[in-house]
């Protein structure tokens, strides 16, 4: 979809600030002590499992709910005491909660004619051509395909120029096609119209592609955020490892090193990490690397002080996707071992059953604040989002 420019929708967003915000429910604390600031301008993604409070945390900053503590700061005004209707925000919701006896026309101006807005007509037009949608103004919502459904409500949310954009998990109800389609639409649409959008999700792909900034909850505070490849190639937590794509991670403890790397010991093995890439350097600790960044071998590597080299193991499960094959690899200490591997040559590098030795580059190696993991609640996680991961690339 190419975004053409419009006038009507270059006022930029406002700053968002959350500032000491608690929510407590009886006998549940949903969110405790959350400081936020989200610029001006940008395209900014909550990402967490269901209950970690990204959900609650948006509720807040609509309105529909009140802190049990703290402020909400909206282009350095408070808004805390302000009910949702006196709040310069709108929301795009997953059901998109377009008016089906209205034509979409009508659905987009619903809301310029309430606040008796000059030229309400002409204004829906305009948002319906920044989401190419003007030439279906007289249908009704039912004669849309779901897509267009979604368009048609971020069209009657950008209408009202709101300071600030909700949406929350606006494309969960799509297919897997038309959610990758959608995914770089909001985001030509979010540089074009220049608002501050705050976007809520449990799908990881979604906030990596779309958001400049990415906030990783879990259980009430942000475990990590920054830039979406900074928080892959870089997590700080055994949970922001695992949430935010896969992670093979080894339980060492540290046993030297120099200015610039860490030594650490797993079994016997030495494994090293660049200290620039470790959030710790002394006792017990984790280390972890990506599952593509790892090379499967059926014949021990050299010894190099570049490349990090960990094995035998034993290959359990070897899933051809196309693109790349993921091998599951048992190896003693850690458990279960994902390897993604580039489909560059015909047939599988490994066998079920065989033998191998995984090995990658030193520089790849990152680690964790946590002391410790639990390697067998591992293991079974990293089993179970494989088979997740391919299902989903089955859609």
Request: glycine share 10%.
């Amino acid at each position: 979809m190419t975004v053409a420019a419009h006038s009507d929708f270059a006022e930029s967003g406002a700053d968002l600030e959350l500032v000491g915000i608690s929510k407590r429910f009886p006998g549940f604390t949903a969110i405790e002590r959350l400081d936020l600031t989200i610029p001006a301008g940008s395209f900014f993604a909550l990402l967490g499992p269901s209950g970690c409070g990204k959900t609650t945390t948006l509720r807040l900053v609509a309105g529909l709910e009140d802190p049990t503590e703290g402020k909400i700061l909206l282009g350095g005004k408070d808004v805390t005491g302000l009910t949702p209707h006196r709040r310069p925000v709108n929301t795009v919701f997953q059901s998109y909660a377009l008016f089906p006896h209205m034509s979409v026309l009508e659905n987009v101006a619903f809301g310029l004619r309430r606040r008796r807005i000059g030229d309400a007509v002409g204004k829906a037009h305009e948002a319906l051509k920044l989401v190419e949608l003007d030439h279906v103004a007289d249908r009704k919502p039912a004669q849309l395909s779901g897509g267009q459904q979604q368009r048609v409500a971020l069209a009657r949310a950008v209408v009202n120029r709101p300071a600030l954009l909700l949406l929350d998990e606006p494309l969960g109800a799509l297919d897997l096609k038309l959610r990758r389609q959608m995914q770089q639409e909001l985001k030509q649409i979010q540089q074009e119209v220049g608002l501050t959008f705050l976007h809520v999700t449990h799908d990881q792909e979604e906030a990596m592609t779309m958001a400049d900034t990415v906030a990783v909850m879990n259980q009430g505070r942000i475990e990590q955020m920054g830039a979406p490849e900074e928080l892959y190639e870089l997590p700080r937590t055994v949970f922001v490892a695992n949430f935010l794509g896969q992670s093979n991670l080894f339980p060492v403890e540290v046993a030297g090193g120099t200015d610039q790397v860490i030594h650490t010991d797993f079994l016997g093995t030495r494994i090293s990490v660049p200290r620039s890439r470790s959030e710790r350097d002394s006792g017990a600790i984790t280390v972890g690397v990506r599952p593509e960044k790892l090379t499967l071998s059926k014949h021990e590597p050299e010894a190099d002080a570049t490349r990090n080299v960990v094995g035998p193991g034993r290959v359990t499960d070897v899933s051809f996707i196309g693109v790349s094959t993921q091998y599951t690899v048992d190896l003693p200490g850690t458990g279960a071992v994902q390897v993604f591997a580039q489909n560059l040559q015909a047939g599988p590098t490994a066998a079920l059953g065989d033998e191998v030795w995984l090995s990658w580059h030193v520089e790849h190696t990152f680690g964790l604040a946590d002391d410790r993991l639990d390697t067998g609640a591992l293991s079974s996680d990293l089993s179970t989002r494989a088979i997740a991961s391919r299902a989903a690339l089955a859609e």
